[in-house]
């Protein structure tokens, strides 16, 4: 098969993977509520919260690293597999250490996942990288906007031992992963990769730039999750109005990760990424002051614009390190959003001190401090786009 084509049965099965481990991913936080009904502190929550975001997040550049020096398929799924088998046992737990334990562990699986499976998708795209990183991108943003579609009912109806059943999607995945991942992309038979710092070196200023513009974005959108409904409570806003709205925003963040590696495609990533991030904080600032009834088609082209950004990031710090797709993977989407992610406690401090309407209005200016960023990125020549052929 030609480069210029794109394997569409591989992007698929792995977008679907990605789309049930970001469902996965958002288990604990959905479940915060009812671990707290079930005796647990909120404390001890955030603590499992924090553990699983450090080794599912700010160690992917390692994993994508050890990726690179072997090609290793197998991880998309064992870890999606691994992912689903720890999480789907929380509801037994009755320990906060061992809730503490099970997290951390329960990360590794995502860590293992998503550099390997970037990479696989970049493998399969041809020339229309931007588009199908924002496709695999959107699944997983889609999966996560419906963990609290699907689990808060079934938890709140069936109380928490209904969690085991939620091994079965995961099983399902990994099973067809394993039939689908050895033909893809081939091994690379331990082809020599150079030391990490010798890797990183010639690309570290870009590649700092870069995470910072995807951890500026990634702490606008976990922070709005986080505060918003506390900000519009002091509206007279119910949580449940609130919970709609976020829904909107993240569903739509999907749909425009979408059409943001679709334009990418034709005008260039740094355009897409500037233009999205002026017009997310633009939406955003219109969100609060308008009324009622334009709200949640405000909050959904905010979130829209975004995250239209997602694939572009992604494909700029894959172009960075050419040989080193799988690592790139792990900077964009897991250090670069491991570290907004985390800086939603500090944000938190600040609404202590200053008040949750001080922190939204602080919140919505750093896509501003992102697009600034941004500018000042570099992005190699674009390919000519070539048709789509079948897998």
């Known amino acids: 098969m030609g480069n210029s084509s794109i394997q569409k049965s591989t992007i698929v099965s792995v977008s679907a993977a990605h789309l049930l481990n970001d469902w996965y991913m958002n288990l604990i936080p959905i479940l915060m509520p009812f671990l707290v009904a079930a005796g647990f502190g909120v404390e001890a929550v955030s603590f499992a919260i924090s553990a699983f975001t450090i080794t599912s997040s700010l160690s992917q550049p390692a994993v994508g690293y050890l990726v690179d ?10 870890g999606t597999l691994w992912l689903a088998l720890l999480l789907s046992g929380i509801g037994y737990i009755h320990n906060q250490y061992l809730l503490l334990l099970v997290a951390a562990l329960a990360g590794l ?6 550099p390997q499976a970037s990479a696989m998708v970049s493998a399969a795209s041809g020339n229309r990288k931007n588009l199908c990183q924002a496709i695999f991108g959107a699944a997983g943003n889609l999966g996560w906007s419906l963990t609290p579609l699907v689990v808060i009912p079934l938890v709140g109806l069936w109380g928490l031992e209904i969690t085991p059943f939620f091994v079965l999607p995961g099983i399902v995945v990994a099973v067809l992963l394993a039939r689908k991942a050895p033909r893809t992309a081939p091994q690379r038979g331990g082809a ?89 904080a633009l939406l955003f600032h219109a969100f609060l002051y308008s009324t009622d009834a334009m709200r949640p088609v405000l909050l959904a082209l905010a979130g829209g614009s975004l995250l239209a950004s997602f694939s572009p990031t992604v494909v700029m710090a894959q172009e960075l390190f050419k040989r080193n797709a799988a690592m790139a993977s792990g900077f964009s989407l897991g250090f670069g959003i491991g570290l907004g992610g985390l800086g939603v406690g500090l944000v938190g401090l600040y609404v202590k001190h200053s008040g949750v309407d001080s922190a939204i209005h602080l919140l919505l200016f750093l896509p501003v401090v992102a697009m600034i960023l941004a500018l000042w990125l570099k992005e190699a020549r674009p390919e000519p786009v070539q048709a789509v052929q079948g897998a």
Do not use: C
Request: hydrophobic fraction near 55%; avoid cysteine; charged fraction near 10%.
């Open 69 to 78: 020096k072997r090609n290793q398929q197998w991880m998309v799924y064992v």
């Open 109 to 114: 699986g995502a860590a293992a996942f998503h």
């Open 192 to 280: 020599p990769v150079a030391p990490l710092l010798d890797v990183l070196r010639p690309a570290w200023r870009e590649l700092t730039m870069l995470i910072l513009v995807i951890a500026l974005r990634t702490l606008t959108q976990a922070g709005l999750v986080a505060f918003l409904p506390l900000y519009l409570q002091k509206e007279h806003v119910s949580l449940v109005a609130s919970g709609h709205l976020l829904f909107f925003m993240l569903f739509s963040g999907a749909i425009g990760g979408i059409l943001g590696g679709y334009l990418s495609d034709r005008v260039g990533k740094r355009a897409v990424i500037v233009a999205s991030l002026f017009l997310a």
